[in-house]
């Protein structure tokens, strides 16, 4: 009888997941074309399923999950930053503009994580010392 530990149904389960979320995403991408919501839902998407392979691959190395915890932080402050610049400057530029929030929530916040995300990974990678 094949026996697994907790540590490998985790991390069985964050690959089936991370796989799953790139099949939806270039499904979505077949479908969608040049909507620009669809572009961010989509890269979102990949971005979550690029976390899930990597914890599933390399998830049992303290290491590296510290590189993916200190990865995902920084891609959270640069998303929260974009998110209320992408907020608040269409309120302060435009101010008769009654749909100027919806630029930080749907645009700038999802787009400012997943550069912050790469930017994270580029950083981790190349400057941990760990």
Same mark, same amino acid.
């Given at each position: 009888?094949?026996?697994?530990?907790?540590?490998?149904?985790?991390?069985?389960?964050?690959?089936?997941? =991370? #796989?799953? @979320?790139? #099949?939806? @995403? /270039?499904?979505?991408?077949?479908?969608?074309?040049?909507? /620009?919501?669809?572009?961010?839902? !989509?890269?979102?998407?990949?971005? =979550?399923?690029?976390? #899930?392979?990597?914890?599933?691959?390399?998830?049992? !190395?303290?290491?590296?999950?510290? &590189?993916? @915890?200190?990865?995902? !932080?920084?891609?959270? /402050? *640069?998303?929260?930053?974009?998110? /209320?610049?992408?907020?608040? %400057?269409?309120?302060?530029?435009?101010?008769?503009?009654? !749909?100027?929030?919806?630029?930080?929530?749907?645009?700038?916040?999802?787009? %400012?994580? *997943?550069? %912050?995300?790469?930017? =994270?990974?580029?950083?981790? &990678? #190349?400057?941990? &010392?760990?």
């Amino acid at each position: 009888m094949l026996s697994m530990s907790m540590s490998s149904l985790r991390r069985f389960a964050a690959a089936a997941l =991370g #796989l799953a @979320a790139i #099949l939806l @995403a /270039v499904t979505s991408m077949v479908r969608a074309g040049s909507d /620009v919501f669809a572009v961010m839902i !989509q890269a979102l998407l990949l971005t =979550g399923a690029a976390f #899930l392979l990597w914890f599933a691959a390399l998830g049992n !190395q303290s290491s590296e999950r510290t &590189k993916l @915890a200190r990865t995902l !932080q920084i891609g959270a /402050v *640069v998303g929260g930053i974009a998110l /209320v610049a992408g907020f608040f %400057g269409p309120l302060l530029f435009s101010p008769g503009s009654n !749909q100027g929030p919806l630029l930080g929530i749907f645009i700038t916040g999802p787009a %400012g994580f *997943v550069l %912050g995300c790469i930017g =994270g990974l580029v950083w981790t &990678k #190349l400057f941990s &010392k760990s």
